[in-house]
């Protein structure tokens, strides 16, 4: 493999491994602020895909198809949380696998009530769609380098908003110390939805920025969902930076692994995951 | 994982007559039931075996496993590839061995996740099960999506299993049997351990349980379990495939413990039943002018699983309990 | 002088930059009791969950008999002959009082991976409730064997705490605040029981009561900021103007 298709496949890696960087970055943020785990976070994925083609027939502009699903996302993520999700912060692991499981086979036959089980395509932007070229002979689709340039700007803004705002520093104290956080005037509620919301609509996005190249289609969630767990697992649950790490490092092995050594490359990456298990059981990075 | 209030584990005389009378009901209905409806009685009695193994896991010891399908699949895969494309093999030799794969399959994947505690154990569980889906999914030399054929049913010898009441009570026999060996688990040293690693795994370290040990044992026993249960859907359906590891198939699982009640294997038995019943009965659903409602069963399924976890978080038997309201069924017996 | 049973020299642990305990050094003797007194804060609970093995030291060793401890799991503590009551209550709330000691007497028993151990029935092994009996005698709780412990008195919790520690038949004995919470007359029945452990364990007792203290202890160490600033006789510790200034001139 020559110095040009490790370029095209190490930029493949780092943009596979942003996009679950942008999923696992909210199933974390919402498991280690408010302890719930939510196996429906595959299905916003999905919604996000299913919303970019919807939105993007109606309103004739990719552009526009991403602002208002955004939007529409966070105003399901707020609803979702008031209404279901906020009675099982306190409640067992158990019961909220089942309640999120439960809400997938109701958000894939949501899916398929509003828009049918066809496979659909999302045309990539005309802005967007062209080559950039690397070499003589190959070049890298732009759209690509918009994806990562999206994911990296969100990553960037994340950080800034939990490191450097008052809302972030909010955030992070309601984390470490409910009680300690409300006697001092933080509304852990509106903290929480806040959270939730930011975490849906990150998913939502991803699934969104995909759709032209991942194509749209149903059950779509499930294969992402299981890597995102994968990546919260071996980076550490709560943490950003470890969600960071292991899905830029679950992107590497993914991608390589499936160029290098096809007939195992499924099983590479909970290969990785064992290993990291093995060495650290409660991942690389602690909260 | 907090540990949930008051499991039922001794059970009360009334749900004992009530499973009496369910077993000889059971031991009837070949007399009385079609041919169809004897071949889904059977099926929903390998799934209550299916059910109970993993009660053992979630219900007694409290590690939720989002991949027990994994050990499901594996025994009735093991049947797939013993038996000849020509000939049936004798039960004698491939349900061990199927089980004997199953339970080194749990150990070695137990090793690896049961030093993961809470949501960790949760996650791995499910990613481990993946990666053996995607073993055989991804494997055209192990049947691949396809999935195989197991052309004959295995050849016990002494009693025919290819005939189908002959079947049936055999898997009566397992599960009669399945249920009065946990049972016994329950009440043994092993079992009130297990259950005290549940209720306050730190104090059981405390005071001298190697508490890794004993959850890697329970893993396994659920696997091996589970694996009877793979191998004689793998028998009866003459098909093995990727889905009966998959993801689904290990939520499902878990539906049918919770929907019962969960930590005395009874209410695994009447989960698994009563899942099963509703999932017959949304798929049967007609359609209401223009609307299938049978083709979107999975939006009741998803909707009955909603209502279940928000108004009867301890299924069935719970509800029961409920409702007969009667004080102190406590855990633990004494002397 | 007595068999020294547990001995730990420069107990270290640090959290980030802190260190709750610093270079802490203990003796426990049979038919002694060790008392720990200090401020809130001072590490003592600390110092507890490192010689249990709750936590793993910074830096220092500790010995249980001949056996070195330090990087030993708490069950392995256990079997060595080490039990820990808890200043929290850690007991199973959903079990009864009874099933909560066998389960503690259990332990001594116990090998998972053994068949037998799946089929036999735990009720009747009679060795197993023999130690329970005993323990629940010595507690004083015989009279509430079938009450659910969750459901017990706060008083009856910290005797079952005690009884569950005892069931495990230890040689030294770690206790965390026994006496947290309770009334005179119980204060005064886990006094005597306490008495009544002495002769065949080691104590070390973490206790704020300071009457108790006075009453039970036969050394005295003062922890402060995670250091010991004296250790030795009561009457002496009293006297000591280092002690008074830190820690009991705010209450003697």
């Known amino acids: ?287 | 994982m907090s540990a949930p209030a008051t499991h039922l584990e001794a059970l009360p005389r009334s749900l004992q007559a009530l499973l009496a009378l369910g077993l000889i009901a059971l031991a009837l209905f070949p007399l009385v039931g079609s041919d169809f409806h004897q071949q889904m009685v059977t099926r929903m009695m390998i799934l209550a075996i299916f059910a109970m193994s993993l009660d053992l896991l979630q219900g007694v010891t409290g590690l939720v496993s989002l991949g027990h399908a994994a050990f499901f699949g594996i025994a009735g895969y093991a049947l797939a590839f013993l038996t000849p494309a020509d000939a049936p093999a004798s039960l004698w030799w491939t349900l061990p061995a199927a089980l004997l794969a199953s339970g080194a399959a749990a150990l070695v994947i137990g090793f690896l996740v049961v030093r993961t505690k809470g949501i960790y154990f949760i996650m791995a569980t499910m990613a481990f099960a993946q990666m053996v889906f995607y073993l055989f999914f991804d494997n055209r030399a192990l049947g691949g999506s396809d999935g195989l054929y197991i052309n004959f049913r295995p050849d016990a010898g002494l009693f025919d299993l290819e005939d189908k009441r002959v079947f049936y009570y055999f898997t009566l026999a397992c599960l009669a049997g399945v249920y009065a060996f946990l049972r016994r688990v329950l009440w043994s040293p092993f079992g009130r351990a297990l259950a005290g690693i549940r209720v306050n795994e730190h104090r059981m370290r405390a005071i001298g349980f190697g508490s890794f040990g004993h959850k890697l044992a329970a893993f396994t026993l659920a696997g091996t379990l589970a694996g009877l249960a793979g191998y004689l859907w793998g028998a009866q359906t003459g098909f093995v495939n990727p889905e009966l590891m998959g993801f689904h198939m290990s939520a499902h699982a878990i539906m049918m413990v919770i929907l019962g009640g969960m930590g005395n294997f009874a209410g695994a038995i009447v989960g698994a039943f009563a899942f099963e019943f509703m999932l017959e009965l949304f798929k049967d659903l007609p359609a209401f002018g223009g609307f299938d409602a049978g083709k979107h069963w999975q939006l009741w399924m998803g909707l009955f699983i909603v209502a279940v976890i928000c108004f009867a978080p301890r299924g069935l038997l719970g509800l029961l309990q409920r409702l007969a309201s009667r004080p102190g069924l406590r855990e633990g017996r004494d002397g | 002088m007595a068999d020294v049973l547990l001995s730990a020299r420069g107990l270290t642990k640090t959290f980030g930059g802190l260190a709750a305990v610093n270079g802490v050094s203990i003796d426990l003797w049979r038919d002694r009791i060790h008392a720990v007194i200090g401020p809130n804060g001072a590490g003592k609970s600390t110092l507890a969950n490192l010689l249990s093995g709750d936590l793993p030291p910074t830096a220092g060793t500790i010995t249980l008999g001949t056996h070195d401890i330090t990087r030993a799991s708490p069950e392995q503590i256990s079997r060595r002959g080490l039990g820990r009551s808890y200043q929290k209550t850690n007991i199973f709330p959903s079990f009864t009082v009874w099933e909560n000691v066998r389960l503690a007497a259990q332990s001594r028993a116990t090998l998972p991976w053994n068949p037998l151990r799946w089929l036999r029935r735990a009720a009747r092994d009679a060795a197993v409730n023999e130690r329970a009996e005993a323990a629940l005698e010595l507690a004083g709780l015989a009279g509430r064997r079938h009450a659910v412990a969750g459901a017990a008195s706060h008083g009856e919790q910290r005797q079952l705490e005690i009884a569950m520690t005892l069931a495990t038949d230890p040689r030294v004995l770690l206790l965390d605040e026994p006496l947290a919470g309770m009334g005179a007359a119980e204060a005064e029945r886990m006094v005597a029981l306490l008495l009544r452990l002495k002769p065949r364990h080691a104590m070390m007792l973490v206790e704020h009561d300071i009457d108790a203290i006075f009453a039970l202890a036969d050394h005295l160490t003062v922890m402060v900021n995670g250091a010991v600033i004296a250790s030795g006789e009561p009457a002496a510790i009293r006297a000591d103007a280092a002690v008074q200034a830190a820690y009991l001139g705010e209450n003697a």
């Open chain 1, 1 to 287: 493999m020559d110095l040009a298709n490790v370029l095209i496949q190490l930029l493949n890696s780092v943009q596979y491994g942003l996009l679950l960087f942008m999923l696992a970055a909210g199933l974390t943020l919402i498991f280690g602020i408010m302890g719930v785990v939510n196996l429906a976070h595959g299905s916003f994925y999905m919604l996000g895909a299913y919303l970019a083609y919807a939105l993007s027939s109606r309103l004739g502009s990719f552009a526009w198809a991403i602002v208002v699903g955004t939007a529409l996302s966070v105003v399901f993520g707020l609803a979702l949380e008031r209404l279901l999700f906020r009675r099982f912060y306190q409640r067992d692991h158990l019961d909220q696998v089942l309640l999120t499981f439960g809400l997938i086979y109701v958000f894939e036959e949501g899916r398929s009530l509003l828009w049918g089980d066809d496979v659909h395509g999302v045309a990539i932007p005309p802005l967007l769609d062209g080559s950039l070229p690397l070499t003589d002979t190959l070049s890298y689709p732009v759209y690509r380098l918009f994806m990562m340039g999206v994911c990296v700007a969100l990553a960037v803004g994340l950080y800034l908003l939990i490191g450097r705002t008052r809302l972030g520093m909010k955030i992070r104290a309601g984390a470490f110390n409910r009680e300690m956080a409300e006697s001092l005037g933080v509304n852990i509620r509106l903290i929480h939805a806040v959270v939730f919301a930011i975490g849906v609509a990150l998913a939502t996005l991803a699934g969104m920025i995909a759709a032209p190249v991942s194509s749209v289609y149903p059950n779509m969630g499930a294969p992402v969902l299981i890597m995102c767990f994968v990546v919260v697992v071996i980076g550490g649950i709560g943490s950003v930076r470890g969600a960071l790490i292991a899905a830029l490092l679950v992107g590497l092995v993914d991608t390589f692994g499936k160029v290098l050594l096809p007939q195992v490359a499924g099983m590479l990456v909970y290969v990785l995951m064992a290993a990291v298990l093995l060495w650290k059981p409660e991942g690389l990075f602690k909260s």
